[in-house]
């Protein structure tokens, strides 16, 4: 699978260099469960999508929910195993990242790339 870098255009801060794209139904289905760790520099982009689940997932991870211009509508850090559901009225991608507390500066309103 592609990799990709994933940049914070207001700020040009690279927020990870190992972005994968989810492009069919089992890449966007799946996502990062099968994975017993996430590294803060990995990541998955899901287009058409406004939801995700961490069930059954092992690692702790963080989400940022875009708009349809790649626009940050709303950012869970820290989102642990086990949830059911973390959605965003309005979002048209969920980009999962590993867990980084602290580590990137993303804010609402921020538009995102991948390179």
């Known amino acids: 699978m592609k990799s990709y870098v994933l940049r914070n255009a207001r700020s040009g801060e690279v927020l990870a260099t190992c972005v994968s794209r989810a492009t069919n139904p089992w890449t966007r289905g799946v996502g990062l469960l099968p994975r017993a760790s996430v590294a803060p520099d990995e990541g998955l982009w899901i287009a ?64 995102l790339s991948l390179e």
């Open 48 to 111: 058409r999508c406004n939801a995700v689940h961490t069930v059954g997932m092992r690692a702790t991870i963080d989400l940022l929910f875009l708009d349809k211009e790649n626009c940050v509508l709303k950012i869970a850090p820290a989102v642990t195993p086990n949830k059911l559901a973390v959605a965003c009225r309005g979002a048209a991608t969920v980009v999962e990242l590993g867990a980084a507390p602290g580590a990137r500066e993303v804010l609402v309103g921020d538009r």
